[in-house]
């Protein structure tokens, strides 16, 4: 077990909630018997809309449990598994109005529309999560949905779920107030006719032949009547011509590949209890250790939905900030609402940084649990693969603030120089080319950057009022650093908060380059008006 560097043997593994998590899940292990060979986890890969960053997430947490898992001394292994027999509910927001003839189809069955560059539309929407999975840094295993079922790795499962229906109805009566399930078999069958998935149902099993009967006589799905064909037929649900309700599949799956852990969302709660009673009381196995979560936010605070059209993609992010950033956003706190929109790029890409300056010892933090969290943190962020040296640290305001002024064809030279005059590469360079892109881009995209106001008390409120009157006189560079010390003599306010606080008013942060050369940069006037919108807020 590492804990940082052997500087604090109370630490568990690296010091952070997801060691914590793991450390618990061997204890119950143990304590229930079970083999301690392999700890997999697991997250399901949805493959009917855009993945958006809370699908990357709910990637991202579980394999981070299986790392912790690892870096205890055990094997572990994380699965993606692809929920691609799922049938298409709702043509998400977006996408081509001609998907309506496609609702109800197994996603896997339904033809690339989005490209032709995949065997199916499914195929294409995974590989659009997994892209942004490897991009992350995360090792996994990837399974898919339709072929677990045609290669029969469900089918103990489902003839024992076939088997016990009653009782499986009864329990889902019981948790969810929902008969259905008491007279319809959990089980959606492909119509041999229509080759639709949700518009049958399965009424009857026929033990000794694991054969089921079917009707494909319309459903409704997603507030809409889907229509079917008027087939009945009898099938085996032993020959993956089908699929188990959600209601009863995730038990099927935990215990048919064994997994231990799986962490989810708030929204699939009732179906995670439905499906542990099922692990215990139909298949005898105690179902895989769980942790919920919030679900991520778009910047109105609603919930982030493929079908809903307000969807954040990991790709978005990765325009404008470091994958690393992104995964910090995601990893840092495991409970707790997120928010999820390109305004959270920039103070994730400083905290990066300041997690960094921890990391590699710039950055001194005096209480030693405080230290290896933040610095296991930063291992889990970059998928315990750190960089051998610091990369270049500016702030993403600044880059910003020099991305707006820079001339046209030289911008990525002009931000080089102006940054080496600042003393801001005296360090290095490292990584600066990738981060000069990711502030071109958002002016490109997003002109002008917002920047977070900071509330100011009466005597901050004076001594900036002061400085702003003082740079209106003030006519170049010198005139703007002797500004700031005048002001802060006259108002007798210490020369050094006021630069801290004018660099957070400018830049989001409490350090920043020489504020006379920096101004005369950006524009006396561009300063000024974000001094008065400070003083106003």
Not at 441 to 470: A, C, H, M, Q, Y
Request: with cysteine.
């Amino acid at each position: 077990m590492r804990n940082i560097r052997g500087e604090n043997p109370e630490v568990i593994g690296r010091g952070t909630w997801y060691d914590k998590a793991a450390a618990k899940l061997i204890e119950r292990e143990k304590k229930l018997g079970r083999s301690l060979d392999r700890f997999r986890t697991e997250s399901g890969i949805g493959a009917s809309g855009i993945p958006h960053i809370g699908s990357l997430a709910d990637v991202l947490r579980n394999h981070a449990l299986a790392q912790a898992v690892q870096d205890q001394g055990y094997n572990a292994e994380f699965i993606a598994f692809s929920d691609d027999k799922d049938g298409l509910r709702k043509v998400p927001a977006g996408l081509p109005e001609e998907m309506e003839e496609w609702l109800g189809y197994p996603v896997s069955s339904i033809p690339d529309v989005l490209g032709s560059c995949h065997n199916s539309f499914g195929a294409h929407i995974t590989s659009l999560l997994l892209k942004a999975v490897e991009i992350s840094g995360v090792d996994y295993t990837f399974m898919s949905g339709t072929k677990i079922y045609e290669e029969g790795i469900l089918n103990d499962e489902i003839v024992a779920i076939m088997e016990n229906h009653g009782r499986i109805g009864n329990i889902i009566q019981e948790e969810l107030g929902q008969e259905k399930y008491t007279d319809t078999l959990p089980y959606f069958v492909v119509c041999e006719s229509c080759n639709r998935i949700y518009t049958t149902n399965a009424y009857r099993y026929i033990p000794e032949e694991h054969k089921i009967f079917y009707r494909c006589m319309g459903m409704e799905v997603k507030g809409r009547w889907l229509e079917g064909c008027g087939h009945e037929g009898k099938v085996d649900v032993t020959a993956g011509q089908g699929k188990l309700s959600w209601k009863v599949e995730f038990a099927a799956r935990w215990h048919a590949l064994d997994i231990r852990f799986e962490a989810y969302g708030k929204d699939i709660a009732d179906s995670v209890r439905v499906n542990d009673r099922i692990c215990r009381e139909i298949f005898g196995w105690e179902p895989p250790m769980h942790v919920q979560y919030e679900m991520f936010l778009d910047q109105g605070g609603k919930k982030i939905s493929k079908s809903a059209g307000n969807v954040f993609t990991p790709q978005v992010w990765y325009r404008y900030g470091s994958p690393q950033s992104l995964n910090l956003l995601i990893l840092k706190r495991f409970v707790g609402t997120k928010s999820g929109s390109v305004e959270t790029i920039p103070p994730h890409m400083d905290e990066l940084d300041d997690l960094e300056d921890v990391w590699f010892g710039k950055r001194k933090v005096k209480d030693h649990m405080e230290k290896s969290k933040l610095t296991g943190i930063y291992d889990y962020v970059w998928i315990f693969d750190p960089p051998e040296e610091p990369t270049v640290h500016v702030p993403y305001n600044l880059l910003l603030n020099l991305a707006k002024v820079a001339p046209k064809g030289i911008e990525s030279r002009f931000i080089r120089d102006k940054l080496d005059a600042y003393g801001s590469l005296k360090d290095g360079d490292t990584g600066l080319e990738k981060r000069i892109q990711y502030a071109l881009n958002w002016i490109e995209d997003f002109g002008e950057p917002e920047l977070p106001r900071i509330s100011l008390n009466k005597d901050e409120t004076k001594v900036i009022s002061s400085l702003i009157t003082s740079l209106t006189q003030a006519m170049d560079e010198e005139d703007y650093q002797s500004s700031v010390f005048d002001v802060a003599r006259d108002e007798e306010f210490p020369s050094g908060r006021l630069f801290q606080l004018l660099y957070r008013i400018l830049l989001g942060k409490a350090r920043g380059p020489r504020f006379g050369p920096f101004t005369s940069t950006i524009g006396k006037e561009t300063v000024i008006t974000e001094l008065k919108k400070a003083i106003n807020t």
